[in-house]
């Protein structure tokens, strides 16, 4: 695990775009993740577009995510908030960008019906995370099964209370979502993590240098052979071991 820290959220989201744009440019399939983490992110890769610096066109999108009952143009949906942060500002084939369908008659049947279309693409090339306090990645919350597939999954009380914050009410977030399993992100040949803040601190500790358990699904990082998790100091400032503030604000990125 490559773990990178830089000083700022900005560091963070330049060194990520670094990393995407790279793969885009090979027209790769990217694992695309919601949240507010990402969203610098997503502002760099578009700024870079626009420069001319690199193009979306020849890539496909799998989407780790999505909430069970938002129709596809509801705007909390992440079908919804992945085009309106990011696709639909680049030359990424809207065809090309795929979620699970909240809105299916059978969750379950959607649930697998996707994680066979990510096997049938020839699988995601680099996947972008970010993580929840209590440690989720995706939706996976503590308790997921560590090699589970695409499952329809019911929300922690604790993301219920982090997510309301994008809906009216905290009665307004769906209860159940569909989301890409530990065992699907796990496929993918390179798994990018971002976190900043100290309100990440502890389940970026945890997801380090705490144990492989499913208490912390983003630990599962720790048996994948290609991690690279980049964080702000605030975010890192629980990590103990030192060595790995040589990576501040180091320009050249392992790769
Ligand atoms: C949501 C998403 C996750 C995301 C997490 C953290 O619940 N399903 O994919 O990583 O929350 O979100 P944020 O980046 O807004 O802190």
């Known amino acids: 695990?490559?773990?990178?820290?830089?000083?700022t959220p900005d560091g963070v989201s330049l060194a990520a775009a670094d990393i995407l744009a790279d793969y885009a440019r090979r027209g790769a399939t990217l694992g695309l993740a919601t949240g507010s983490t990402p969203l610098g992110t997503y502002r760099e890769l578009i700024r870079r577009y626009q420069a001319g610096e690199v193009s979306f066109?020849?890539?496909?999108?799998?989407?780790?995510?999505?909430?069970?009952?938002l129709a596809p143009e509801h705007e909390q949906s992440y079908h919804h908030t992945i085009r309106h942060e990011f696709t639909s500002h680049v030359d990424f084939d809207d065809a090309r960008v795929f979620s699970p369908d909240g809105t299916a008659d059978n969750p379950w049947a959607a649930a697998a019906e996707y994680e066979q279309a990510i096997i049938d693409s020839g699988g995601v090339d680099i996947q972008l995370l970010g993580i929840g306090t209590n440690g989720?990645?995706?939706?996976?919350?503590p308790g997921a099964a560590l090699d589970g597939p695409t499952h329809v999954d019911t929300l922690h009380p604790q993301t219920i209370s982090?997510?309301?914050?994008?809906?009216?009410?905290?009665?307004?977030?769906?209860?159940?979502?569909?989301?890409q399993g530990l065992g699907t992100i796990k496929r993918a040949g390179h798994l990018l993590m971002l976190a900043t803040g100290e309100g990440k601190a502890t389940a970026v500790a945890a997801l380090a240098e705490g144990p492989l358990t499913t208490m912390c699904?983003?630990?599962?990082?720790?048996?994948?052979?290609?991690?690279?998790?980049?964080?702000d100091e605030a975010a890192g400032s629980k990590l103990h071991n030192i060595d790995y503030h040589r990576f501040v604000e180091a320009n050249a990125l392992p790769r």
């Open 1 to 7: 695990m490559d773990i990178l820290i830089r000083s």
């Open 217 to 231: 699904p983003a630990s599962v990082l720790q048996s994948h052979p290609r991690v690279t998790v980049i964080v």
């Open 162 to 179: 982090d997510n309301s914050r994008f809906f009216d009410s905290a009665a307004d977030v769906p209860i159940h979502v569909l989301t």
């Open 136 to 141: 989720h990645i995706g939706f996976n919350e």
């Open 57 to 69: 066109a020849d890539c496909t999108a799998f989407l780790l995510d999505e909430y069970v009952g």
